[in-house]
């Protein structure tokens, strides 16, 4: 079984900074890509930021130039630094494991929990 636990959300004022954190967990051989996911109240799951195995990175054209995905592969760790926040960035972030491997050999996919992220004065 394959965890993945959030953390780094809460609330901030405009222009601030915060940083997510998601650590993977469990019977893992590898992972392909690993991201980050929001969604605002009312409206549809978007894709914030990703990076695969090999380091490549994808953002969303709202966040380019303020926010910024890592990954620490040893650790099974995704990172998203978030600067010069705005109050539309207030969502709930979901970390996302794209097509795991577990060591009894099963490929899928899992999803964190989700922590909230305000952006307000």
């Known amino acids: 079984q394959v965890q993945l636990v959030e953390s780094g959300g809460g609330l901030v004022q405009p222009g601030g900074s915060l940083r997510l954190s998601c650590a993977a967990s469990?019977?893992?051989?590898?992972?392909?890509?690993m991201g980050w996911y929001r969604q605002a109240a009312g409206k549809q799951r978007e894709l914030v930021a990703i990076?695969?195995?090999?380091?490549?990175?994808n953002y969303v054209d709202s966040v380019k130039g303020r926010f910024t995905i890592s990954r620490d592969s040893a650790k099974n760790t995704v990172y998203l630094q978030m600067n010069s926040l705005k109050p539309e960035d207030t969502a709930v972030y979901y970390c996302?494991?794209?097509?795991?491997?577990?060591?009894?050999?099963?490929?899928?996919?899992?999803w964190g929990q989700g922590t909230q992220v305000t952006v307000s004065s």
């Open positions: 990076v695969t195995s090999g380091g490549s990175t």
């Open positions: 996302n494991a794209d097509r795991v491997r577990t060591t009894d050999w099963v490929l899928r996919n899992y």
């Open positions: 469990g019977n893992i051989f590898s992972i392909n890509a």
